[in-house]
Each structure stands twice: as C-alpha cells, then as structure tokens.
C-alpha cells in the first residue's frame, strides 16, 4: 500500500507564500502521476495541481493558475505544491494524491475519483 505524507501548511498572511511537500513511500514513484486537491469546510475536495508521471505535463485549477506551482522530485519521491500570492479563499486543507500512470490533461487527471492513492492532508489557513 502506498504512503504518502504531506507537510508545510500553516498560518500565513494574505499575499504570503508556502511550499507544500508530499512524500511519497512503498510505491514506484516515477510511474506514478501526481495531483492536489483541497478541500474547505462544508466543501467538496476542489482539484488544485496535478502533474504527469511522464513528460513533465502540468495543469491547474482556474482558481490558482499563475499563482501556484506543481513540481516534483523523482529522486526524493516528493511532489511540490508552490504556493504565491495567497489568498483568504485558499483556506483548506490540502491533500495529495497518487495515481499509477495516469494522463494529465484537460479531460483527465482533474477529478479525485480518479487518484487511488491519498495523504492525510495539511492545513492551510490565509488571513485577511
């Protein structure tokens, strides 16, 4: 069964910025496509960032595009979410998913049905 475990939410300032990682153990990585999605109270969970297994290809949610960043590192099997110009409405909790390889493009890869493989999820609150 695949681990993977996030870290790097918090309290942070409107405008502020945060990074995001999730570790991911007991599964092959590199083969594995990688997707963000959070969710807010009474919400439900709203895909945020996801990237390829393969060939690098990115997509974002409307709400983040130009604001956040989705990278990962196949070597220390840790996807990152980059996170700028926060804003009261990115309060949530953030989770990140795995799903073996997976395409990532507007049709596919944007929807938690989708991902098998789950964190815990870390919290993030933007204040005013």
């Known amino acids: 069964q695949g681990q993977l475990v996030e870290s790097g939410g918090g309290l942070v300032q409107a405008g502020g910025s945060l990074v995001l990682s999730c570790v991911v153990s007991e599964l092959s990585f590199r083969s594995y496509s990688m997707g963000w999605f959070r969710q807010g109270p009474g919400t439900e969970r709203e895909f945020v960032a996801a990237?390829?297994?393969?060939?690098?290809?990115?997509y974002y949610g409307d709400s983040v595009k130009g604001r956040f960043t989705i990278s990962r590192h196949n070597a220390l099997n840790t996807v990152y979410l980059h996170m700028s110009s926060l804003k009261p409405d990115d309060t949530a909790v953030y989770f990140c998913a795995a799903q073996y390889e997976l395409k990532i493009t507007f049709e596919s890869g944007l929807t938690a049905r989708e991902y098998t493989y789950w964190g815990q999820g870390t919290q993030v609150t933007v204040s005013s």
């Open positions: 990237i390829s297994w393969i060939g690098g290809h990115v």
